[in-house]
């Protein structure tokens, strides 16, 4: 079965400081991988998403994510953190198994930026 | 503006008491998706639709119903509620243009307390 793990429930940082948010996963076939974004009281919002190609990905807010096949990590990066970045973050990976109709999430990271 | 739509955004209520919270999208997407989100769990899905009169469970479906019959609406109804559907609820959107590559749009989220 598909599965997303997020091995942190927590993560600080001070600001300025480079930050990762940590995400397994275990897909039979090509993943399909994402990381979302929520602030408080508010929906998700998309940060970036890995399909095929460049194992880096760049998305939104300055944010970057590795993706790494060998070590099936998909690790949520941004080289200096804001104040403004502390959120709970999910990775999520399509379940191709069912023809990418069902969606997996991790059970999110909140990330606390210190000033 | 490209949104989705919930609706209560609020919602306490009594065990077996019959409840419907809406959700509506205006970006004409054929997916439409439901989750709940707990703490230390994540986001868990609830049902999908692929389209009009289109539907199926995702990994937590007992105790819910849901129904398609318009592109853009996709109430989630609970017939007989019970405490442990105290939750908060998340309606999501997306294309189907290139199946699973699709961004998922999220409503703002409907927290409900049934006691």
């Known amino acids: 079965a598909q599965s997303v793990a997020q091995p942190e429930d927590q993560v600080n940082v001070a600001e300025g400081n480079p930050l990762t948010v940590k995400c397994t996963y275990s897909v039979s076939g090509n993943p399909y991988l994402f990381w979302y974004v929520q602030y408080p009281n508010r929906g998700l919002q998309f940060l970036l998403k890995?399909?095929?190609?460049?194992?880096l990905v760049k998305g939104s807010y300055g944010f970057e994510a590795e993706f790494n096949k060998s070590q099936t990590s998909f690790h949520l990066k941004k080289p200096s953190a804001l104040v403004s970045d502390s959120a709970l973050y999910f990775c999520a990976v399509r379940d191709i198994s069912t023809g990418g109709f069902k969606t997996i999430f991790g059970a999110g990271t909140r990330l606390f930026v210190k000033a | 503006e490209a949104q989705v739509t919930q609706n209560p955004r609020y919602l306490i209520t009594v065990t077996g008491k019959k409840l419907t919270v809406t959700c509506s999208q205006n970006?004409?997407?054929?997916?439409m998706s439901w989750y709940r989100q707990d703490p230390g769990l994540g986001l868990r899905q609830i049902y999908y639709s692929m389209n009009v009169e289109v539907t199926d469970k995702g990994d937590v479906p007992e105790g819910y119903k849901v129904s398609r019959k318009e592109k853009r609406n996709f109430p989630l109804i609970l017939e007989s509620p019970s405490p442990n559907q105290t939750s908060l609820y998340f309606c999501a959107s997306s294309p189907l243009e290139r199946e699973w590559q699709e961004t998922q749009y999220f409503g703002p989220g409907t927290r409900l307390l049934v006691l």
């Open positions: 970006m004409n997407h054929e997916y």
């Open positions: 890995y399909i095929t190609g460049d194992n």
